[in-house]
């Protein structure tokens, strides 16, 4: 009985937690997120917000909660639907639990290009059931997705190639974390605001998972001793979700609004990505830092010894996911987008620039 009334009053609490976003047919959304104020992604939602407030005359508006300062990034699923926040910043890296079949979005030596990565994070949302069916599980909506650049690696000594990497300590995460163990190299898990003291104090001799763009927000693109593309490309993602039940209960103009908004999200996430870039880029140059891309072929060699997207699929199988399905369309969108888009990410414009 007395578990009972505890689980009633949980699930009391979180639906009050979450009517309080609504008052007098106005809403105050609370967002939470893992980034920084200053990041891209942060940069993004806040366009974002200002457009929704805009389209509906200010009857919603956006509360933000940056930095992890409400739930911790591995909540962020599970506190959008307890009615802790109404909206979140998803990380792939973080998902695996609850939305499994999202982290197919992570899989590296697929693409190099953000914007088809972000436009593909949504399409699979509407064109692949499989892929749907986690989030409507868990009670959440994808609004859209969020900038994330090529993964780059900081080294204190540089590397021509992957065999190069072997032996070395480097900070990693998710996916890519097994992409370095199939070279030799040793991943390290750390946030990314250790990484500067960790490389001053040698603890790790590089890092990646992160993209130039994050470079200035923690004080490395004056800092790295070589900066490399490694052929892994799209490392991992993030997404914006809200509370299904939150957004069904909203006036269909209001729903309207949001979605329009989230419409503009892709083109003014890579803006600000573009921007971010540009300030790193212009960092790097100024060191001195020489910027340099491992030969395609080595990259596809890596991909082919490392074999990700079979575990995957494998991995995601033996539970039940039609994985197999999800990976062919995940390809396939990748194809078209691709056919479609001519952006390049920061890292590639910074060096060929450092080349001409």
Known sequence: MRRAAAAALVALTASALVSCAQRDGEYVLHYTTYSSPTSDQSRTVQRWAQDVEKLTDGDVQVR????????GADESVQ????GRADLAQVGSIYAASDLSM????????ETNNPEV???TAARLYTENQTYRDDFDRQGVSLLFPLPVGIAVVGLKEGAAVPADLAGRSIRSGGLTSQALLA?????VAMTATDVYESMERGVVDGYTS?????LPTFGLASTTPYLVDPGIGTYGS?????????????????????AQASENAIANGLEEMDALGERACAELREAGTPLSAMPADAAQQWKKQAGIDRQWVQRYTERGYDAEGVLADFRRIVAEETARSTYADPF??????QNR
């Open 64 to 71: 933000f909660h940056y930095s992890q300062s409400l739930v």
């Open 79 to 82: 506190a959008t639907l307890d």
């Open 102 to 109: 999202y982290t197919v979005i992570e899989l590296p030596f």
């Open 238 to 258: 993030s997404i914006v979700v809200i509370n299904s039940e939150l957004l069904a209960r909203m006036p269909a103009e209001t729903q309207d609004a949001l």
């Open 183 to 187: 070279v030799g190299a040793n991943p």
């Open 210 to 214: 992160l993209a130039i763009a994050n």
């Open 348 to 353: 590639i414009e910074c060096l060929e620039g």
């Open 117 to 119: 990565q972000m436009r």
